[in-house]
Nanobody, 127 residues
Framework: QLQLVESGGGLVQPGGSLRLSCVTSRGVFDTYATGWFRQAPGKEREGVSCMSSAGGHKNYADSVKGRFTISRDNAKNTLYLQMNDLKPEDTAVYYC????????????????????WGQGTRVTVPS
């Protein structure tokens, strides 16, 4: 069973930055697509940014393009999400996920195709 553990969330002022990390219990990046989702109170979970298993295909939600960057370190089995110029609307619980997923042109393909999920890390950007 693959385990994912996120960290790096917190309270940050508008315009600030955070870097989220997701450590996987084993190396999966060459096999599975991986990505970041978020869920704000009262809203559905949405894809933020996802990366193909080969690593060459990276997608971003329109709302975060130019501000967020997804990356990974295969040697550390760690996925990152660098978040800059944070806005109050970025407030949410952020989850990393992994699975055999075809990304295509959608940010993260079909959410239900992601088999493995972390427990989430909260990001709060006050207005």
């Amino acid at each position: 069973q693959l385990q994912l553990v996120e960290s790096g969330g917190g309270l940050v002022q508008p315009g600030g930055s955070l870097r989220l990390s997701c450590v996987t219990s084993r190396g999966v990046f060459d096999t599975y697509a991986t990505g970041w989702f978020r869920q704000a109170p009262g809203k559905e979970r949405e894809g933020v940014s996802c990366m193909s298993s080969a690593g060459g295909h990276k997608n971003y939600a329109d709302s975060v393009k130019g501000r967020f960057t997804i990356s990974r370190d295969n040697a550390k089995n760690t996925l990152y999400l660098q978040m800059n110029d944070l806005k109050p609307e970025d407030t949410a619980v952020y989850y990393c996920a992994s699975g055999i997923v075809f990304l295509g042109d959608d940010t993260c393909g079909v959410v239900e195709d992601f088999t493995y999920w972390g427990q989430g890390t909260r990001v709060t950007v006050p207005s």
